[in-house]
T-cell receptor, first 112, second 114 residues
Framework: IAGITQAPTSQILAAGRRMTLRCTQD?????MYWYRQDLGLGLRLIHY???????GKGEVPDGYSVSRANTDDFPLTLASAVPSQTSVYFC???????????FGDGTRLSIL | QKEVEQDPGPLSVPEGAIVSLNCTYS??????FMWYRQYSRKGPELLMY????GNKEDGRFTAQVDKSSKYISLFIRDSQPSDSATYLC??????????????FGKGTKLSVIP
């Protein structure tokens, strides 16, 4: 079934460690996104990429980095994890301007 | 004022009831409007997608957009326990920097009681 695959599904991580969340899509969508979802705050955009080779900052980019080497993959890296980065992380993709975004099932990350 | 306002609920209704979910927004440039459904421990899934003003119906679901009032609604007829989920509205503008980006409401948690 076509869609977005995120890995891992959950992770417990010690503060200060480096972590990369993986996201792969097989829909050949141009744009990809990373969100975090926190109770009471909703979905907040971390970083996005409108096309392979380009990235941009969203609402809450600090402490996170992304790369977009090809169309299908959009990894999110936490260089040095902090407890405030405990959240559920969702990757999404969309085909074109204004088109709906399609989401993965998320990575549940706990930073201790 | 937040760009998109959505009552977080929770909203609890009996099975078979008509449910009305709403969002208001402030950015007049929004042209694309969506509703997502999110089950517990799952990602949001697209439920309805409309462009500009008007109504769109899909089975038991109807989406309405009133751009003059900056108000969108999702109606669920004959609600079922399987409709119990969090519903998120989302919208985006047509052009300009960041036009691929969606602005989301915080979601309304719905429970349909058998």
């Amino acid at each position: 079934i076509a869609g977005i695959t995120q890995a891992p599904t959950s992770q417990i991580l010690a503060a200060g460690r480096r972590m990369t969340l993986r996201c792969t899509q097989d829909m050949r969508h141009n744009a990809m996104y990373w969100y975090r979802q926190d109770l009471g705050l909703g979905l907040r955009l971390i970083h996005y990429s409108n096309t392979a080779g380009t990235t941009g900052k969203g609402e809450v980019p600090d402490g996170y980095s992304v790369s977009r080497a090809n169309t299908d993959d959009f990894p999110l890296t936490l260089a040095s994890a902090v407890p405030s980065q405990t959240s559920v992380y969702f990757c999404a993709s969309s085909d074109d301007e204004g088109q709906p975004q399609h989401f993965g099932d998320g990575t549940r990350l706990s930073i201790l | 004022q937040k760009e998109v306002e959505q009552d977080p609920g929770p909203l609890s209704v009996p099975e078979g009831a008509i449910v009305s979910l709403n969002c208001t927004y402030s950015n007049s440039a929004f042209q694309y409007f969506m509703w997502y459904r999110q089950y517990s421990r799952k990602g949001p899934e697209l439920l309805m997608y409309t462009y500009s003003s008007g109504n769109k119906e899909d089975g038991r679901f109807t989406a309405q957009v009133d751009k003059s009032s900056k108000y969108i609604s999702l109606f669920i007829r004959d609600s079922q326990p399987s409709d119990s989920a969090t519903y998120l509205c989302a919208m985006s503008a047509t052009s300009g920097a960041g036009s691929y980006q969606l602005t989301f409401g915080k979601g309304t948690k719905l429970s349909v009681i058998p």
